[in-house]
Protein backbone atom coordinates (compact mmCIF):
# COMPACT_ATOMS: atom_id res chain seq x y z
CA UNK A 1 0.00 0.00 0.00
CA UNK A 2 1.14 3.33 -0.33
CA UNK A 3 2.15 5.78 2.34
CA UNK A 4 3.22 9.46 2.23
CA UNK A 5 5.67 11.08 5.21
CA UNK A 6 5.62 14.66 5.56
CA UNK A 7 8.86 14.85 8.44
CA UNK A 8 8.36 18.36 9.75
CA UNK A 9 5.24 19.15 11.87
CA UNK A 10 5.82 22.65 11.63
CA UNK A 11 8.01 25.27 10.12
CA UNK A 12 8.22 28.43 10.85
CA UNK A 13 9.93 30.94 8.32
CA UNK A 14 10.44 35.04 8.19
CA UNK A 15 8.39 36.37 4.99
CA UNK A 16 10.63 36.66 2.46
CA UNK A 17 12.86 33.83 3.20
CA UNK A 18 12.87 30.45 0.69
CA UNK A 19 11.06 27.85 2.06
CA UNK A 20 10.95 23.66 1.75
CA UNK A 21 8.82 21.59 2.72
CA UNK A 22 10.09 17.66 2.93
CA UNK A 23 7.71 14.54 1.14
CA UNK A 24 8.50 11.09 1.06
CA UNK A 25 6.47 8.47 -0.66
CA UNK A 26 6.26 5.08 -0.89
CA UNK A 27 4.48 3.48 -3.77
CA UNK A 28 5.43 0.06 -5.85
CA UNK A 29 4.36 1.64 -9.38
CA UNK A 30 4.66 5.46 -11.02
CA UNK A 31 3.66 7.59 -8.39
CA UNK A 32 1.24 10.14 -9.08
CA UNK A 33 2.72 12.95 -6.75
CA UNK A 34 0.73 15.95 -5.42
CA UNK A 35 0.68 19.17 -2.97
CA UNK A 36 -2.28 20.57 -0.94
CA UNK A 37 -2.47 23.89 0.61
CA UNK A 38 -5.55 23.95 3.69
CA UNK A 39 -6.44 27.40 4.64
CA UNK A 40 -8.63 27.80 7.72
CA UNK A 41 -12.36 28.15 6.25
CA UNK A 42 -11.53 26.73 2.31
CA UNK A 43 -11.33 23.70 0.88
CA UNK A 44 -7.69 22.25 0.23
CA UNK A 45 -6.59 23.58 -3.29
CA UNK A 46 -4.01 21.85 -5.47
CA UNK A 47 -1.01 23.71 -5.75
CA UNK A 48 1.36 21.37 -8.00
CA UNK A 49 1.12 17.55 -9.34
CA UNK A 50 3.48 15.53 -10.92
CA UNK A 51 2.91 12.56 -13.01
CA UNK A 52 5.53 12.03 -15.29
CA UNK A 53 7.66 14.10 -18.09
CA UNK A 54 10.10 16.83 -16.42
CA UNK A 55 10.99 16.33 -12.44
CA UNK A 56 10.54 20.06 -11.78
CA UNK A 57 6.92 21.06 -12.00
CA UNK A 58 5.65 24.52 -11.21
CA UNK A 59 2.34 24.76 -9.11
CA UNK A 60 0.28 28.17 -8.31
CA UNK A 61 1.43 31.21 -5.91
CA UNK A 62 5.13 30.63 -7.20
CA UNK A 63 5.59 27.09 -5.60
CA UNK A 64 7.63 24.80 -7.12
CA UNK A 65 8.22 21.07 -6.67
CA UNK A 66 11.33 18.16 -7.77
CA UNK A 67 10.43 14.92 -8.02
CA UNK A 68 13.44 12.19 -6.86
CA UNK A 69 12.80 9.23 -7.73
CA UNK A 70 16.18 7.56 -6.31
CA UNK A 71 15.32 9.32 -3.15
CA UNK A 72 11.33 8.71 -3.28
CA UNK A 73 11.10 12.44 -2.50
CA UNK A 74 8.98 15.04 -3.84
CA UNK A 75 10.02 18.52 -1.61
CA UNK A 76 8.07 21.84 -2.39
CA UNK A 77 9.70 24.95 -2.54
CA UNK A 78 9.11 28.96 -2.76
CA UNK A 79 12.24 30.95 -3.04
CA UNK A 80 10.24 34.14 -1.21
CA UNK A 81 7.62 33.52 1.65
CA UNK A 82 5.02 35.67 1.58
CA UNK A 83 2.30 35.96 5.09
CA UNK A 84 -0.55 34.62 3.19
CA UNK A 85 1.88 31.25 2.96
CA UNK A 86 0.89 30.91 6.22
CA UNK A 87 -1.33 27.72 6.40
CA UNK A 88 -1.00 23.87 6.21
CA UNK A 89 0.29 21.97 3.59
CA UNK A 90 -0.48 18.08 2.74
CA UNK A 91 1.32 16.04 0.48
CA UNK A 92 -0.43 13.25 -1.73
CA UNK A 93 0.35 10.27 -3.71
CA UNK A 94 -2.49 8.55 -6.09
CA UNK A 95 -3.07 4.88 -6.55
CA UNK A 96 -4.51 3.92 -10.05
CA UNK A 97 -4.58 0.67 -8.63
CA UNK A 98 -7.00 1.96 -6.07
CA UNK A 99 -9.52 3.45 -8.43
CA UNK A 100 -7.32 6.88 -8.42
CA UNK A 101 -8.05 8.01 -4.39
CA UNK A 102 -5.33 10.25 -2.76
CA UNK A 103 -2.96 8.89 0.31
CA UNK A 104 -2.21 12.30 2.25
CA UNK A 105 0.57 12.62 4.52
CA UNK A 106 0.08 13.87 7.81
CA UNK A 107 0.66 17.95 7.23
CA UNK A 108 2.74 20.61 7.54
CA UNK A 109 2.05 24.02 9.22
CA UNK A 110 4.23 26.72 8.31
CA UNK A 111 3.88 29.93 10.17
CA UNK A 112 5.78 33.12 8.43
CA UNK A 113 7.37 35.54 10.70
CA UNK A 114 7.23 39.65 10.00
CA UNK B 1 -15.34 26.93 -11.21
CA UNK B 2 -14.87 23.93 -9.49
CA UNK B 3 -16.89 24.91 -6.25
CA UNK B 4 -17.75 22.22 -3.79
CA UNK B 5 -19.96 23.09 -0.65
CA UNK B 6 -20.44 21.80 2.55
CA UNK B 7 -23.08 22.80 4.87
CA UNK B 8 -23.15 23.07 7.77
CA UNK B 9 -20.02 24.26 8.47
CA UNK B 10 -20.08 23.84 11.99
CA UNK B 11 -22.38 21.73 14.28
CA UNK B 12 -22.64 20.53 17.92
CA UNK B 13 -24.75 17.99 18.67
CA UNK B 14 -25.58 15.60 21.69
CA UNK B 15 -24.50 12.46 21.98
CA UNK B 16 -26.89 9.87 20.65
CA UNK B 17 -28.15 12.07 18.28
CA UNK B 18 -27.73 11.84 14.53
CA UNK B 19 -26.14 14.21 12.47
CA UNK B 20 -26.13 14.86 8.70
CA UNK B 21 -23.62 16.53 6.77
CA UNK B 22 -23.83 17.74 2.93
CA UNK B 23 -21.44 17.80 0.10
CA UNK B 24 -22.47 19.64 -2.92
CA UNK B 25 -20.88 20.49 -6.11
CA UNK B 26 -21.93 24.00 -7.24
CA UNK B 27 -20.72 24.52 -10.86
CA UNK B 28 -20.30 20.75 -11.99
CA UNK B 29 -21.52 17.49 -12.12
CA UNK B 30 -19.51 14.84 -10.04
CA UNK B 31 -19.32 10.91 -10.62
CA UNK B 32 -17.89 10.07 -7.41
CA UNK B 33 -17.47 11.92 -4.15
CA UNK B 34 -15.29 11.29 -1.32
CA UNK B 35 -15.18 11.79 2.51
CA UNK B 36 -12.59 12.21 4.57
CA UNK B 37 -11.92 12.59 8.18
CA UNK B 38 -9.60 15.04 9.85
CA UNK B 39 -8.30 14.70 13.48
CA UNK B 40 -7.25 17.69 14.77
CA UNK B 41 -3.38 18.53 13.43
CA UNK B 42 -3.60 15.44 11.84
CA UNK B 43 -3.75 14.14 7.58
CA UNK B 44 -7.04 13.52 6.10
CA UNK B 45 -8.09 9.88 5.95
CA UNK B 46 -10.09 8.35 3.08
CA UNK B 47 -13.41 7.15 4.45
CA UNK B 48 -15.61 6.84 1.81
CA UNK B 49 -16.08 6.72 -1.95
CA UNK B 50 -19.23 6.87 -3.35
CA UNK B 51 -20.47 7.12 -7.03
CA UNK B 52 -23.84 8.45 -7.80
CA UNK B 53 -26.85 6.01 -7.49
CA UNK B 54 -25.00 3.16 -6.18
CA UNK B 55 -23.59 1.99 -2.45
CA UNK B 56 -20.23 4.01 -1.08
CA UNK B 57 -17.52 1.90 -0.93
CA UNK B 58 -16.30 2.30 2.85
CA UNK B 59 -12.62 1.98 3.65
CA UNK B 60 -10.90 -0.51 5.92
CA UNK B 61 -11.95 -0.26 9.77
CA UNK B 62 -14.70 2.65 8.75
CA UNK B 63 -18.44 1.60 10.09
CA UNK B 64 -20.86 1.53 7.31
CA UNK B 65 -23.77 1.48 9.88
CA UNK B 66 -22.34 4.71 11.93
CA UNK B 67 -21.21 6.57 9.01
CA UNK B 68 -24.25 6.57 5.99
CA UNK B 69 -23.39 8.01 2.72
CA UNK B 70 -25.79 8.52 0.34
CA UNK B 71 -24.79 10.02 -3.30
CA UNK B 72 -28.72 10.95 -4.21
CA UNK B 73 -27.61 12.94 -7.58
CA UNK B 74 -24.10 13.97 -9.60
CA UNK B 75 -24.39 17.46 -7.31
CA UNK B 76 -25.00 15.95 -3.86
CA UNK B 77 -23.88 13.52 -1.35
CA UNK B 78 -24.18 13.70 2.48
CA UNK B 79 -22.96 11.79 5.36
CA UNK B 80 -24.71 11.04 8.42
CA UNK B 81 -23.03 10.51 11.72
CA UNK B 82 -25.53 8.23 13.30
CA UNK B 83 -25.83 7.96 17.05
CA UNK B 84 -23.01 10.34 17.32
CA UNK B 85 -20.24 10.12 20.22
CA UNK B 86 -17.82 12.20 21.56
CA UNK B 87 -15.17 10.22 19.96
CA UNK B 88 -16.90 11.19 16.57
CA UNK B 89 -15.86 14.60 16.82
CA UNK B 90 -13.81 15.54 14.13
CA UNK B 91 -13.75 17.75 10.58
CA UNK B 92 -15.36 15.99 8.24
CA UNK B 93 -13.86 16.67 4.33
CA UNK B 94 -16.00 15.59 1.18
CA UNK B 95 -14.19 15.82 -2.17
CA UNK B 96 -16.35 15.65 -5.35
CA UNK B 97 -14.33 13.81 -9.06
CA UNK B 98 -15.68 14.15 -12.62
CA UNK B 99 -14.74 11.23 -14.46
CA UNK B 100 -11.87 8.80 -13.40
CA UNK B 101 -8.84 10.74 -12.96
CA UNK B 102 -7.03 12.52 -10.03
CA UNK B 103 -9.05 15.33 -9.97
CA UNK B 104 -10.69 15.95 -6.95
CA UNK B 105 -12.18 19.67 -5.42
CA UNK B 106 -12.39 19.93 -1.84
CA UNK B 107 -15.09 21.17 0.34
CA UNK B 108 -13.68 23.50 2.97
CA UNK B 109 -15.09 21.10 5.67
CA UNK B 110 -17.49 20.79 8.30
CA UNK B 111 -16.66 20.88 12.49
CA UNK B 112 -18.36 18.43 14.34
CA UNK B 113 -18.13 18.50 18.32
CA UNK B 114 -20.41 15.81 20.17
CA UNK B 115 -20.95 16.52 23.70
Known amino acids: AQSVTQPDIHITVSEGASLELRCNYS??????LFWYVQSPGQGLQLLLK??????LVQGIKGFEAEFKRSQSSFNLRKPSVHWSDAAEYFC????????????FGGGTRVLVKP | GAVVSQHPSWVICKSGTSVKIECRSL??????MFWYRQFPKQSLMLMAT?????????EQGVEKDKFLINHASLTLSTLTVTSAHPEDSSFYIC???????????FGPGTRLTVL
Open chain 1, 27 to 32: YGATPY
Open chain 2, 50 to 58: SNEGSKATY
Open chain 2, 95 to 105: SARVGGGFGQY
Open chain 1, 50 to 55: YFSGDT
Open chain 1, 92 to 103: AVGAQAAGNKLT
Open chain 2, 27 to 32: DFQATT
